[in-house]
């Protein structure tokens, strides 16, 4: 089973400039979850999309920042324009749905080290 | 709110000598905790968890976590460091309600031979 994948594992881009993120998670599972950690902090929820539904996105920093998931199978988080503070890792993780089962653990991908200069 | 410290950024073990890695959470309802492994250039690799059942909970590469309600602590254990063990270790606590995780700020294993 292919696990979580994320394209790219790195980017260095300029400030100003656009730069998208992808996350394929596990098939079949429809939770799909953004993660950042920038250096030496703790790993910051961004957001949560159950199939294609944004389910939470209270983690999102502001409106520089657009996740998409397209009929509910990859996802895509563009930062547009992208600032300094924007650089960090950027996880994506994904679980399966099921009300109550808590004890499911999320999958996580390699994630991309976006820099921003 | 939920969430989850790491009191220390690094911890020194030489191998063969237990470790241990602290971590303390903070939840309004059921704590359901996680740790969590980052290797080198790799992504989070689960260890174990704890729903509920035994206070002890044994996990992934030899790992152990002891859930302690009283001192809403979650520490991850090891009797013997390998060196092979050394990587980012971080501490999570899933959201009942809104079905996210909190993470600590991770906590670098040094392990020497």
């Known amino acids: 089973e292919a696990g979580v994948t994320q394209f790219p594992s790195h980017s260095v881009i300029e400030k100003g400039q656009t730069v998208t993120l992808r996350c394929d998670p596990i098939?079949?599972?429809?939770?799909l979850y953004w993660y950042r950690r920038v250096m030496g902090k703790e790993i910051k929820f961004l957001l949560h999309?159950?199939?294609?539904?944004?389910?939470?996105e209270s983690g999102m920093p502001n409106n520089r920042f657009l996740a998409e998931r397209t009929g509910g199978t990859y996802s895509t988080l563009k930062v547009q324009p992208a600032e300094l503070e924007d650089s960090g890792v950027y996880f994506c993780?994904?679980?399966?749905?099921?009300?109550?089962?808590?004890?499911?653990?999320?999958?996580f991908g390699q994630g991309t080290r976006l820099t921003v200069v | 709110a939920q969430s989850v410290a790491q009191p220390e950024d690094q911890v020194n073990v030489a191998e063969g000598n237990p470790l241990t890695v602290k971590c303390t959470y903070s939840?309004?309802?059921?704590?359901?905790l996680f740790w969590y492994v980052q290797y080198p250039n790799r992504g989070l690799q689960f260890l174990l968890k704890?729903?509920?059942?035994?206070?002890l909970v044994k996990g992934s590469y030899g790992f152990e976590a002891e859930f302690n309600k009283s001192q809403t602590s979650f520490h991850l254990k090891k009797p013997s460091a390998l060196v092979s063990d050394s990587a980012l270790y971080f501490c999570?606590?899933?959201?009942?309600?809104?079905?996210?995780?909190?993470f600590g700020s991770g906590t670098k294993l040094n392990v020497k031979p």
């Open positions: 704890y729903i509920t059942g035994d206070n």
């Open positions: 999570a606590v899933r959201d009942e309600d809104f079905n996210k995780f909190y």
């Open positions: 993780a994904s679980s399966h749905h099921r009300r109550g089962l808590m004890n499911t653990e999320a999958f």
């Open positions: 098939s079949g599972h429809d939770n």
């Open positions: 939840v309004s309802g059921n704590p359901y």
């Open positions: 999309f159950v199939k294609e539904s944004k389910q939470d």
